[in-house]
């Protein structure tokens, strides 16, 4: 990746510390773009933003982004990020894990978070592959794949992030690609104003192992057949592409039927912004509650002072 | 003025928690450490602090580390099992020298063990629990004055020296009931975090100074730098530079070696004309403690040495000691954790000897002096 890609990229980035250890292509690069760009929309300070990354090709980006940087354990991020938060309310903290990281070894972490509501924006970075350590089953490997811990192909089911998310109390769920980086810049921006615990799942490529393995070893080969692959994740998008198109003047859109599982979600999605799940627009996070607790202890304190009362 | 004031160990540890500046704890439920949870999720939001139940030992840990750089003197407090599941961000917390303490109330292992029955079993899990070489601060209360005492010296060590402080308490003292003497906020030694002085972009979080650690700054004020776990240089980026990584250990053991005369507490009872000493820690030495007193009446010429901190090791003090006693011997809830330290350093000079259960039973004074009569008649 070099520096000329984006003017907004270079002030959020740590020259010393680029090049990345990122294969050419690799989607972490364009995802690591969408989140300073986001940042860099919603006007945050570099100072008030901390990013904590767990282990493996997406855990190196917090060392190449100039915020406040933590390069976890593996699949730790949310319970440091929850530390941190609550010790500094006022700080936008943000999670990058990748699939294993979040989903496998991390797996109870991001659900309690969840069900905690902490206020973080997590990011979760699906390459359905073990990267850094070369290849191995992810629990978001497609079923009949090859990996190098799978040579007579996979035959566990993978996993659904969504329905993780809702099953675990997340107010705000969205899925995007490295394919559609307009989009995804403006979700995760939306995931950045969610009070309490928003995930935001990115489909990307690993076309050097996972691709190399599986007939897809080009990036971009790889990165135009994602509405397939986000499709044979998620259950959801490919009900949906069941359903009626419609053609627009920017292209294909899939119309809404009232009866999918978006629609019949306490709060339906906010059909504005393609990728957004599902949104309950009331969630309060931890982080707001627990200090509104020390208030109220606070103020007590103070009226059993007085001795009029 | 101090003020006495009856309190069970568990209590002091969570009263002098607070005392001493703490203001977050992260933990997950687990006897016989819950109560130090429970007092301080009512104490912690009381002086503005945070309290958060975790959904593992492993996340605790994770937490603690996450709220002390976010600046805040930060706690978590556990048992055996989940003394084990904490050792890997416990090395985290070494490797990134991030301040924060980790209480351990221990109990008979390995595994679930005997959950309410004391034991001293993670000596050495306190020292090489955790993969990879490395310097560790370890203290041990044997009393319940101790629980207040040296859990402020833990919190003071932890920020001083940018290092986890393991505080091995057992479930002897944790649950015994004492007057102790609580001092007042004016009387006590509290050593507050000190913030970088030079500009951000001089600043190095992980400075490989010699004998002393680099103020730590807190996220969020302006000095924007990277924590990782792996080996890194100054600015705490990731390095394979083999001449980087050895000036890294160099700081990293030279921190806590240069400051022994610091970090090193014990306390000594007859000594001086002692010809056999105990040398004892933690709810065990209570029971040493009191079979001097019953050696002395008898005429036996007995001492103790009463070890406050166990890492690092007071190697030059025990050797001392060697030289100038026939036999030392060594209670505790194991089976010889601190004996084995004891005989290296005597290394044949004086006799060493155990006196060692796990099942769930105190040491009583009868049995440690049963064992020095029986050296004493085998001394010629």
Known sequence: MTLQTSHILRDYM???????????????????????????????????????????????????????????????????????????????????????????????????????????????????????????????????????????????????????????????????????????????????????????????????????????????????????????????????????????????????????????????????????????????????????????????????????? | MAEFEVMYGNQAIAEGAIAAGCRFYAGYPITPSTEIAEILSDRLPEVGGVFVQMEDEIASMAAIIGASLGGLKSATATSGPGFSLMQENLGYAVGSEVPCVVINVQ?????????????????????????????????????????????VKAFNFAEKYRTPVIFLADALVSALQEKISVPHSSELDIYARPKPTESPEDYKAFAFTKGGVAPLATFGEGYRYHVTGLSHDEKGYPTEDSALVAQWWEHMHSKIEDNLDDILLYEEKQLDDAEIALIAYGGTSMAADHAVAIARQQGIKLGLLKLQTIWPFPEKRVKKLTENVNCIVVPELNFGQVRSEVERLSAGQAAVVGVNKADGNQITPAEILAEVTAQLRNTP
């Open chain 2, 107 to 151: 109990r008979v292992g390995p595994s679930t063990g005997l959950p309410t029955k004391a034991a001293q079993g993670d000596v050495m899990q306190a020292r090489w629990g955790t993969h990879g070489d490395h310097p560790i601060i370890a203290l041990s209360p044997g009393s319940v004055q101790d629980c207040f005492d040296l859990t």
């Open chain 1, 14 to 309: 740590r020259p010393e510390t680029l090049p990345t250890t990122w294969c050419a292509g690799c989607g972490l690069g364009i995802i690591m773009r969408s989140i300073v760009e986001a940042i860099h929309y919603q006007g945050l300070k570099k100072d008030d933003v901390a990013m904590v990354s767990g282990i493996g090709c997406t855990g190196r980006m917090s060392g190449y982004t100039d915020f406040n940087s933590i390069h976890t354990t593996h699949g730790r991020a949310p319970a440091f990020a929850t530390g941190l938060k609550l010790a500094r309310p006022d700080m936008q903290v943000i999670t990058i894990m990748g699939d294993g990281d979040a989903m496998s070894i991390g797996g109870n972490h991001l659900i309690s978070a969840m069900r905690r509501n902490m206020d973080i924006t997590a990011i979760v970075v699906n390459n359905s592959i073990y990267g850094l350590t070369g290849g191995q089953s992810s629990p978001t490997t497609p079923m009949d794949s090859r990996t190098t811990t799978a040579r007579h192909r996979t035959f566990e089911r993978p996993m659904n992030l969504e329905v993780l998310a809702r099953a675990g109390g997340a107010p705000f769920f969205a899925r995007a690609t490295v394919n559609h980086t307009a989009s995804l810049t403006k979700l995760i921006e939306r995931a950045l104003n969610i009070s309490g615990f928003a995930l935001v799942e990115i489909i990307s490529n690993c076309h050097v192992l996972y691709g190399k393995m599986n007939e897809q070893p080009v990036a971009s080969g790889m990165i135009a057949n994602m509405d397939k692959e986000t499709m044979r994740s998620n259950p959801l998008l490919k009900k949906r592409a069941s359903y009626p198109v419609r053609e627009t003047a920017t292209g294909k859109t899939y119309l809404r039927d009232s009866n999918s599982d978006a629609a019949q979600s306490s709060v339906a999605a906010d059909t504005k912004d393609r990728g957004v799940i599902f949104e309950n627009k009331g969630s309060v996070g931890f982080s707001r509650r627990y200090f509104s607790m020390l208030e109220n202890i606070r103020a007590q304190k103070e009226h059993a002072g007085r001795p009029d009362d």
